[in-house]
């Protein structure tokens, strides 16, 4: 639809129309829960059954908490939905905590957009563009809010009926994917560390293990892969240097990055930089 009308702006309009009482089973329960902690959970939990490729995690082991989020590789070209998703998740928590309430910030991978002032007044609260990660910034103590006039029963049945769509979903991301985007999560944390990626799937260690060596790879495969992908997607499409890039992908210093990244490719970061530029120059002339 984007590409048919030439709207730009059509993903992230289109998450401003959000209502939560027509998002199915994850909307019913954000407007249900009592504590707005027990809504975002929720919401993180069931949404992926709504939007293939998609993963969601209330992260609160950090100030201020966030809600992040990410999208399969298998996706492919996903700017519009990237742009919905922010729109979409303030309105399904604002269904909670009312319409006078914002996050403290909204992170994005995407650069700014042309009209970025005016996201910023639309969602209401500042945006971060060009960031390591695609997440929500939420206060601590909001977490805890309460919401009145919620009923238990309602709430009760729809969390059971949650647990039953979410055993019958099928699982549509391969477990390769599955760990790619928690060790992309992990690394825009500042964590590429087994034992983030354990968490973030769900398992034990030794059942990720066996999943990892039962599908004919290794995880310092899959990770160099991912950080691969990283750097090739931050030196496309953002102004952030080569050093700042070198840290959020986990190495110690920029010459290793860029042995890394010269072995893997047969170029250095920078020239790779010059002939992204390049074809984008070319692709708008």
């Known amino acids: ?21 027509r998002s199915g089973i994850p909307g019913q329960l954000i407007l249900n829960a ?25 992260v609160e082991d950090r100030d201020p908490p966030l809600l992040i989020w990410s999208i399969a590789p298998s996706v492919g070209d996903a700017t519009q939905f990237m742009r919905f998703v922010p729109a ?14 914002h996050p403290k910030r909204i992170l994005t991978t995407l650069p700014a957009p042309r009209r970025a ?21 939420i206060e601590r103590h909001d977490l805890y809010k ?14 059971i009926y949650a647990e039953y769509l979410l055993t019958k979903a099928p699982r549509s991301e391969s477990m390769r994917d599955a760990i790619a985007s928690a060790i992309r999560d992990g690394l ?18 030794r059942t990720l293990q066996r999943k990892i ?35 959020r992908l986990g190495y110690s210093e ?16 920078r020239r790779a930089r010059v002939k992204a530029d390049k074809n984008s120059t070319s692709i708008r002339v």
């Open 117 to 137: 002032k005016l996201y910023a007044s639309q969602l209401g609260c500042p945006l971060v563009f060009d960031s390591p990660l695609n997440a929500v910034e």
């Open 213 to 247: 060596g039962a599908s004919g790879t290794s995880y310092s495969l899959i990770r160099d892969e991912t950080r691969f992908d990283l750097a090739n997607s931050m030196l496309a499409h953002s102004n952030l240097p080569i050093g700042e890039i070198a840290y």
């Open 146 to 159: 309460t919401k009145r006039s919620v009923d238990r029963h309602v709430y009760s049945l729809l969390v």
């Open 34 to 58: 009592r504590r707005f902690r027990d809504g975002l959970k929720d919401l993180a939990r069931t949404l992926p059954t709504l939007a293939e490729g998609l993963r969601i995690e209330l």
């Open 254 to 269: 920029i010459a290793a990055f860029t042995r890394a990244y010269s072995k893997r490719f047969g170029q250095s970061p």
């Open 188 to 205: 825009t944390l500042g964590r590429s560390d087994f034992d983030f990626v354990v968490r973030r799937l769900g398992m034990s260690e």
């Open 1 to 21: 639809m984007a590409r048919l009308s030439g709207d730009v702006d059509f993903g992230h309009r289109f998450g401003l129309r959000t209502r939560a009482a």
């Open 88 to 101: 979409y998740l303030i309105r399904m928590l604002q269904a909670h905590r009312g319409s006078q309430w």
